[in-house]
């Protein structure tokens, strides 16, 4: 029996409306704040009826508790949503206008002194203690997140722990908006002659964008699929380094600096630790992940950078060699604008193989089949499309059910860049269901990109490594529509940050598996399949300056736990743009500019209150267990549906029931081998 999700009150706001359909069509900037402001009033109402002393059992405690906030944080993730895929003043406002509220709200919940008297009472009663396994981990989980939040402080400290909470909502949302507004506001028009070398794909696209908006040329921008083949195709060297400085200018201009707001966030960070207990943020916000604490994650990224660098020096003296031999021994030192143009010359002249030359067999559609038909094999489920209300035309929208018919879950899909889109791809959710008394409540979630976009007639043609971003966003997706707990905060993707890659990441794997391929890697216009000697070119270029791709990566997490474990934001002088500078420059293969400031829109880090501030190595952990779990498939089978449904039992349908490690176990009976990822990308001495 499915059974979708009770409808609310009618009312004149449609944020108050939210059903399963969300009324996307009807929603404006203006019906934020009344909305938020009814469901605080709403969920205060209800949550100091919790509060209240008297027995109770779990069902009238706990699990009110647990569905509290539930329409409240709807609205605010939906808010949250539209002003990254469709922003304006209009919704920028309506986003920052809720902030302090949402916040005031949050912070209070958990430092509100009645409930927490109610919840260490339940604790101690009959019913508190004889919990089944997984309502037992909700109470204990919950009372644990009460004490992180600072249930325990004086009232002096709590207050004060507010004023925190509500600066940092505050500022980090300054950040992101700086960011998005700085992207959207770049935008270069040249003439057809300084894109020689770039696919004609590209071209076409940027001479399409320049007319639309009434120039003549090609129109360049930030966005991912302009800028990447640029860096990566065009002959000019002054319009790769335009390009690749404005890129990294991002963050730090005049009205939309993010330098200062960086080392307010880390100060302001470091002191909402210490008021609750903690010698730094990365302990606070790791104490409750696989790695622990910072100094744990800290030496895992400095194990994994110390085995790969000898991998990472012997490639980067083989790309200045053959730089030096294509155009000079005395030619000058490769600059950021140059690694990637020389590095895809090394690639073509090692392996014949142009990325570029996968681009006809990945059409987007063609993609989601063959990823809807793999997870059919492999997880017992279909994806069909469905109607429903969106937010812009591209959006797309999906159903999910399983074998014997049941609804799981649906969700929304807007793929390709657009000026008032923030950059990267993500998922989310929107509503979480579950099993419920009677029956089974839909999940309904979301993915978003920044992909290759259609251009004229030419359907969006995607590169390998965006294949690999659709596959790992479903990944996601696919946590949180599987999810089979009953209790919604531990539900879907509401587990350890270092666990919650896996699910995407291994899903990662099949893209390079020729099976797979063989289900959707066809030509867009002749329908033929991904030819032997494409197919072994990529395969044998896999590994290309691997190690490169890794220590990019462990750049990204050792300046952010470095940042939040060693720098010390209070020192006279301390400057976390140049701090983050220093690390950054021993991880990249060209000398970084002296006023190189990444961090400035390291939005992951910065563009939310926790995010993945202290958690970007979760990343690198997560492969460690997407190559160690997947080996199981390998061995098994790719389709073996057995597998795919021990997967799912396991791992995907159990959300934060069980203790990430032991959810580990269960699928492969031993704790993770870490050698699983180097052997995967050839970074071992053969």
Known sequence: MTQAPTAPVQSENPLLNVGFRIPFDQIRPEHAEPAVDTLLAQTQERLDTLARAGERDYADFMADLDTLTEQLDTVRVIVGHLDSVVTSP?????????????????????????????????????????????????????????????????????????????????????????????????????????????????????????????????????????????????????????????????????????????????????????????????DYVLEDRMAGGGERALTFERDMETRVRPFYERENAELDAFYRDQVGADAPALEAWD????????????????????????????????????????????????????????????????????????????????????????????????????????????????????SGDTPALLSVREVETVFHEFGHLLHHAMSNVEVRSLSGTRVAWDFVELPSQIMENWVLEREALDLFARHYQTGERLPDDLFEKLVAARNYRAANGTMRQLSFGTVDLELH???????????????????????????????????????????????YGAGYYSYKWAEVLDADAFSRFAQEGIFNRETGRAYVDTILSKGNSKDAAELYRDFMGRDPDAEALLRRSGLVEA
């Open 90 to 282: 209009e919704w920028q406002a309506a986003k920052r206008a809720i902030l302090p509220k949402v916040t005031e709200f949050y912070t209070n919940l958990s430092l509100h002194p009645g409930l927490w008297t109610a919840l260490k009472g339940f604790a101690e009663t009959e019913a508190g203690r004889g919990l089944d396994p997984v309502r037992a981990r909700h109470l204990k989980l919950t009372i644990d997140e009460f004490r992180r939040q600072g249930a325990d402080l004086p009232a002096d400290q709590k207050a004060r722990l507010l004023e925190v909470n509500t600066r940092l909502a505050q500022i980090t949302n300054d950040f992101s908006k700086n960011v998005l507004d700085a992207t959207a506001a770049f935008e270069l028009y040249v003439p057809a002659e300084r894109l020689v070398g770039v696919p004609e794909r590209v071209k076409e696209a940027t001479r399409l964008d320049a007319e639309k908006h009434g120039q003549e040329g090609h129109r360049l921008t930030l966005h991912l699929p302009t800028l990447e083949p640029i860096l990566t195709y065009a002959d000019d060297r002054e319009l790769r380094r335009e390009l690749w400085l404005a890129q990294n200018s991002v963050g730090t201009q005049e009205g939309r600096d993010n330098r200062p707001l960086v080392g307010e966030i880390l100060r302001l960070r470091r002191e909402q630790a210490r008021l609750l207990g903690f010698r730094d943020f990365a």
């Open 565 to 611: 474990v060693t720098f010390d934001s209070d020192a006279v002088g301390a400057d976390p743009v140049t701090f983050a500078r220093d690390i950054m420059a021993r991880f990249y293969p060209y000398a970084l500019p002296e006023d190189y400031a990444r961090i400035a829109q390291f939005g992951h880090l910065f563009s939310s209150p926790v995010g």
């Open 339 to 454: 690694v990637g143009y020389w590095a895809e010359k090394q690639r073509q002249a090692k392996y014949a193989f142009d990325e570029e030359a996968l681009r006809p067999y990945f059409a987007m559609d063609s993609v989601l089949s063959g990823l809807f038909e793999i997870c059919r094999r492999v997880f017992g489920i279909t994806v069909t499309e469905a109607q429903a209300p969106g937010w812009h035309p591209e959006v797309r929208y999906y159903d999910i059910r399983d074998e014997a018919g049941t609804h799981l879950a649906s969700f929304y899909t807007d793929w390709f860049p657009r000026d008032t889109k923030r950059a990267g791809a993500w998922m989310n959710a929107f509503l979480t269901g579950g099993p419920r008394e009677d029956g089974v409540e839909p999940h309904l979630g979301l993915m978003c990109g920044n992909m290759t976009a259609p």
